[in-house]
């Protein structure tokens, strides 16, 4: 047995549930997952099998809630062996490969080197429902029937003073650029823009082509719609690294920014794979 953590948003969902998966299909051992009693699940948009451990199976893998000191002892020295938890943000190919069966892991975990190994497996996992689908119905064709880019803006939350001095905000030159560069290479472009600010993005942002604002959507409903775009120009966000991700247009471009963290010592670290445009 596998226990995944997870937390955080819909996106940091998707990467701790896809590092769970990878290491129980490695291992040959079931998947389970975690969520603290602060957490909200998100991801039961998805067409992917949710199973959650009992009490006891959470204290055989990880120890004891309690914070005496006791169990501070009991914990260190019983359950060290059986708690996996990231030690950075880099991809750790010696950590992954150490991990065995019955082990509680916690991290965030976004490298897909983690899980390139069960790539098609992800994809079926990642699905959305049918309840979305059907939602989104008529926006997603007119999405499919032109040369859509999605644009991601991420403020919000971003604007906390612990995710600014730890990610940052994209600047604005970093989404016109990336226009200019996808307009560079296909007419009749069509820009859609997802935020949540997105009045925000009404007033600073001035794009020179057609555009969609989609709103009052829910996070779930923007991912799909994202995902359906021809291309993709990301914030720093895992929840658009995953709309990227998913998007299955063989000759899509997905274009990041250089920088995903600001943080001192956490600047050369980046979830984006080679195959994406960095700018």
């Keep these: 047995m596998i226990i995944s953590q997870l937390n955080g948003g819909l996106g940091n969902q998707m990467f701790q549930y896809a590092f769970g998966k990878s290491l129980s299909e490695n291992l040959d051992s079931e998947l389970k997952l975690y969520l603290k009693s602060e957490n909200k699940f ?39 062996r059986r708690v996996v938890e990231e030690k950075d943000y880099n991809y750790d190919d010696f950590l992954f490969n150490s991990v065995r069966n019955n082990s509680f892991v916690k991290g965030y975990w976004q490298n897909e080197n983690y899980f390139r190994s069960i790539f098609s497996l992800l994809k079926e996992d990642f699905s959305f429902n049918k309840e979305i689908t059907e939602k989104e119905f008529d926006f997603k064709e007119k999405i499919m029937s032109e040369n ?17 001095n730890n990610l940052g905000l994209c600047p604005l030159e970093y989404y016109q650029k990336s226009i200019d560069f996808l307009a560079s290479k296909f007419k ?25 604002f989609i709103e009052k959507n829910k996070d779930y409903e923007d991912l799909y719609l994202m995902s359906l775009c021809k291309h993709n120009i ?24 250089k920088r995903w963290f600001i943080k001192k010592g956490r600047e050369n670290h980046s979830p984006v794979p080679e195959r994406w445009v960095r700018l």
């Excluded at 999605?150 to 612990?162: A, K, M, N, Q, V």
């Excluded at 007033?203 to 057609?210: L, S």
């Design 188 to 212: 009749n472009i069509v820009f859609v823009i997802f935020s949540n600010d997105i009045a925000w993005v009404k007033e600073n942002m001035k794009i020179n082509f057609p555009v969609y």
């Design 234 to 257: 990301l914030a720093n966000s895992s929840f658009s690294w995953w709309a990227a991700w998913l998007n299955k247009n063989l000759n899509k471009i997905v274009i990041a920014p």
């Design 42 to 80: 998100n991801l039961s948009c998805f067409n992917l099998s949710a199973v959650f451990p009992s009490k006891y199976e959470l204290f055989l893998l990880k120890g004891l809630n309690n914070t005496s000191f006791i169990n501070k002892i009991v914990n260190k020295f019983v359950f060290s």
């Design 148 to 164: 859509s880019v999605s644009i991601h803006f991420r403020r919000g939350d971003y604007l906390s003073e612990s995710v600014l």
